[in-house]
Every structure is written in structure tokens, then in C-alpha cells.
């Protein structure tokens, strides 16, 4: 079975966010999918208090994985009240089109009502 939630250690938090070359702060988070024991993926944003912005999908070449593990991010998001939801140029645009979250590609805004909807709305 496989787990997803906010990772706990700060510490851990820190070392993935510096591993991929991102500024740790205060609103950092690194959403992690776990499966007995074993890290199967992450995701790292920062959830402020008016935006979240998504850095980093880990790994992108599971579609399924990666979009679970997004869908999990933005539920934390919109958990604490933040529905606005964009994503950083480290994140893969083909990725996320290819998924169907990209709302507004200018804005780089994510579709967080797509939590609504089924997962794996692949094109």
C-alpha cells in the first residue's frame, strides 16, 4: 500500500530541496510517497498563505506515481485554505500538460479542481 503525506523531518525536507538546487524556507513542504518503508517519490513545494508553487515531481517517468503524489501536494494545499496553485520552471510543463493540470500556461496556474475529477487523464 502506498502512503503519501507530509514529510515530517524538516531535516530531510531541507536535503531534498537542496538536492534539486531549491531554497529551503519557511513555507517549504516535500509531499512523499512511501511504500513498506521504501521511498517511492516526492514532490516539493512551498505553501504560503495566498499561493502554493510546485518545484519538483519525483519521479516524472511513473505518470500514475507522479500524478497520485501531485494530486496529494495540492490536497495539502487546499487542506490549509490555498486553492491559487502554480508551478516553478524546474517543474516539466510536458509533464504537467500531459497529466491536464496546466490551467493557464501563461500564468504557469495550476488546475487544483482537477482534484475533483479521476486521476491519469493522460493525452
Known sequence: MIELGVLKDKNKTKQLFEQNNLEFGGFSVCVSAVSAGDELGYCLLDIGLEKTVVYCIEPLNDVPLAD??????????????????FYADTLSEEFLNKIGFIKNQEEKRLDIDKLFSSCCSCK
Open 68 to 85: 497520485g503524489i501531485l494530486r496529494s501536494a495540492l490536497h495539502v494545499s487546499a487542506e490549509r485554505g490555498v486553492m491559487n496553485a
